[in-house]
């Protein structure tokens, strides 16, 4: 089954839409791309790019004769939007999101997609934190997973165009259930969140001239905690609000770890100390190996952040 679509229509235009739109351009993967977004500045935004031919007020407008329809809003505002887009969803149409939680994608969205549709729920693992029209770009789903979770009983030949479509944009595919893509996404990435927020909130608290100095000195590690902390507030509310359990679970572990490091700070214990630290290491080499990353001093980042 050809991976080209007659037209996509693409739901919500920030960061990865607006990246979508560009890969499709650069890679192709569609015949047309229009688009809604919600406020009146990023419509005027998309067409002023050219990353859609059609900008549209509302969801419902832009889904009709489109063939694949991508949910790119907060996860938040997904229910709503598919809701209204329902009853207009084109038959043999595909249906698929980006959100970063599956489970309560499935939740709000799926019974709103008619039976003649197909839908997918699809994560690409692929971001900055940067958000909104402007901050997309062609080549951010290069050598990146995107994680599809279809539901049981779904067409296997869907599945594959769809996957398709991911790969010409760049990306690598895996599938994975929706509650294991929320578990093994809490810990890859929400929890690390967590720890950034709180480390830079922390450091916020301080008094006046300590803080100035974390600002001064933060070469040392906050630093990079603040570029993860520098991510959409509504996008991460969004996900801390619909990924509880999982979270929940993972900070549990985290916090008996961290209570086992500060008892080996305390006793100087430092064997303890040294071999988790070594295993650490490992996992730091582990995902360079996989080519997630760069053993470059600043991660391999170029200044504009877009790596
Ligand atoms: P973003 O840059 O903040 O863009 C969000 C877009 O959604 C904006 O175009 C916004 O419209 C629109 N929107 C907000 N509320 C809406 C509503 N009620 N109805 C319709 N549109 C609405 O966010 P993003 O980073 O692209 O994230 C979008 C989705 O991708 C989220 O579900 C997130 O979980 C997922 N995701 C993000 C990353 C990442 O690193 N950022 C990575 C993978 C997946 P206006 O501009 O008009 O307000």
């Known amino acids: 089954m050809s ?4 037209r996509i229509a693409v739901l919500g235009i920030g960061l990865i839409g607006s990246s979508i739109c560009h890969a499709v ?3 192709g993967g569609a015949k047309d791309i229009v688009g809604h977004a919600k406020s009146a500045e990023t419509r005027k935004i998309a067409l002023e790019l050219g990353l859609v031919s059609k900008v549209f007020d509302s969801p419902v407008d832009a889904v009709k004769g489109a063939d694949l329809v991508i949910l790119c809003a907060p996860i938040g505002a997904c229910g709503a939007i598919a809701a209204a887009i329902g009853p207009t969803i084109e038959p043999g149409a595909i249906v698929t999101d980006v959100g970063s939680v599956k489970g309560a994608i499935v939740r709000d969205c799926a019974p709103h997609i008619p039976k003649h549709a197909h839908f997918i729920p699809g994560h690409p693992i692929a971001g900055t934190e940067q958000s909104g029209p ?3 770009f062609a080549d951010l789903f290069q050598n990146r997973w995107c994680i599809l979770t279809p539901l049981p009983g779904t067409d296997e030949a869907i599945v594959a165009k769809l996957e ?3 790969q010409r944009l760049g990306s690598k595919i895996d599938r994975m259930s929706v509650e294991h893509h929320d578990l093994v996404l809490a810990m890859t990435s929400h929890l690390p ?7 830079v909130a922390t450091a916020a608290d301080l008094e006046e001239v300590t803080q100035s100095e974390v600002v001064k000195f933060s070469a040392g ?6 570029r993860i902390a520098a991510s959409d507030p509504t996008m991460w509310r969004d996900v801390f609000l619909n990924n509880k359990e999982a979270v929940l679970e993972m900070l549990g572990r985290f916090m008996e770890e961290l209570s086992m490091l500060q ?3 305390r006793w100087g214990d430092g064997e303890t100390l040294f071999n988790l630290f070594t295993r650490a290491r490992e996992i730091r080499k582990g995902i360079i190996a996989a ?3 760069t053993a470059a001093p600043d991660f391999g980042r170029d200044p504009s952040h877009k790596g």
């Open 3 to 6: 991976a080209e679509f007659e």
């Open 25 to 27: 351009k650069k890679f």
């Open 134 to 136: 402007r901050s997309g």
């Open 164 to 166: 398709n479509f991911w």
């Open 193 to 199: 969140h967590l720890i950034a927020y709180n480390s």
């Open 221 to 226: 590690g906050f630093r990079d905690l603040t």
């Open 263 to 265: 008892r080996a700070i």
């Open 291 to 293: 080519g997630q990353d």
